[in-house]
């Protein structure tokens, strides 16, 4: 891996002959908060659509296509407080066809999906800009039906009141209708100017290659001040119990906890090894104890999120049933806490996450997206973090679960007399 400036924007080369392909990122950096949280997702939704000279999804694809097929995308997203925005083009590795202008031809189309948006003078296209508005709507409107995401969500605002966490990526009703054509673009210009870029290549292609891809590129050198690690920490005198009445069969369970760990510090690989073998994987303690041994959950499984520093147990479940499922969740981590840990568990979880991680770097996609959000978090690449896995001890998963402290729980449940 090489990292190096291009007019001074950081930009960092994965080379590598593993794969016949190009694989680029243009990462745009910038605030995430509640109102652009919504602004970057319709963003997202417009600028994949069209561009001034490629006026419909259709023009894109052929395009595309004249480029021996290649892929084109933007996609948004949060680190704790920090709007990361990524351009990605996939493409053909110039040597595999001879086609010697292909890099020419496919970085300046880049360009034009990245610095010319389809506007006209009062902001973006009417019709566009109206339907996009109208899918993303939908889209909100619709995580009502789909319970385990609204439940999820909800668990965030209860848990969350005040801070990033209750911010949903998916975006707001009432920031949606706020935004106008104008305002949009303005929002897009905020971000071409004043957000921080970095450049990510995967590939076998030479630094003076990229440097000459680029060259011409109108980026801003900007150091928006970056956050996307929590250190912030919440004292927990006692835990929430929220529930929700609608028509539902199944009740959907979320258990929102602290774990006061991040991708920066000593327990970060425990508290992910940990992860694995409490809930994280088929063979999980939670898999074996709430589902298999007592029939108590129709699906169950943890989460972590270390920008967060956060933990979520999602469990589908009777109503009745929820006192004594939450009491084997808590019963659970308690006996991880007590040094209660199953060593032949510990090494099916290292192997899962292992291999998870090979199959992560197999991909040039998914490679190239790891590498970029890993060095947004911790600098930590695929073979450290497998050497650090190996490393794990049963005291160390011990102290990564007493670092654990269970905040708020939300369950959404049926309307029922039991």
Sequence with gaps: MVNFDINGIETTLVKTDKFKTLTIFVAFLGEYSEKTATSKRLLSYLLNGSTKNYPSKKAIINKLFSLYDAAISVNTFPIYKTSVTVFSLHMVN?????????????????KEFIFNPNVDDEGFVENEFNEKKRI?????????????????????????????????????????????????YDDYKNMINDETVRIYVAGDITKEAVQS????????????????TSFETKEINKVDEVFE???????????????????????????????????????????????????LAYSISSSIFFDTR??????????????????LIIKE?????????????????????????????????????????NTLLNNLMADEIIKKIHNVK????QKAAQMIELDTIFCLKGNTND
């Design 333 to 373: 981590l308690e006996n991880y806490k007590a040094g209660e840990i199953d060593e032949k568990l510990m090494k099916t979880a290292k192997e899962n996450l292992i291999s998870s991680i090979n199959q992560t770097v197999d991909n040039p996609h998914s490679n190239l997206n790891f590498i970029a959000k």
């Design 94 to 110: 110039p040597k595999y066809v001879k086609n010697d202008e292909i890099l020419r031809e496919a970085t300046t189309f880049f």
């Design 310 to 327: 956060v933990m979520v147990v999602a469990a589908g479940i009777d109503t009745k049933d929820y006192n004594l499922t939450t009491d």
């Design 245 to 295: 009445i609608q028509n539902i069969n199944q009740a959907q369970l979320m258990m929102g906890f602290r774990t006061n760990v991040n991708a920066l510090e000593e327990l970060y690989i425990p508290m992910t090894v940990f992860n694995m073998m409490f809930g994280g994987m088929g063979s999980s303690d939670l898999f074996r104890v709430v589902r298999e041994k007592n029939s």
């Design 394 to 397: 049963i005291k160390d998963i």
């Design 213 to 228: 891809a680029f060259s011409d590129f109108p980026f801003n050198k900007n150091s928006f001040k970056l956050e996307t």
């Design 136 to 184: 993303m709507r939908d889209g909100i409107n619709n995580i009502y039906n789909n319970k385990a995401l609204y439940a999820y969500n909800r668990l965030f605002q209860e848990m969350g009141k005040g801070e990033i966490i209750s911010v949903s990526s998916l975006g707001d009703l009432k920031q949606l209708e706020k935004i106008t054509r104008q305002s949009l």
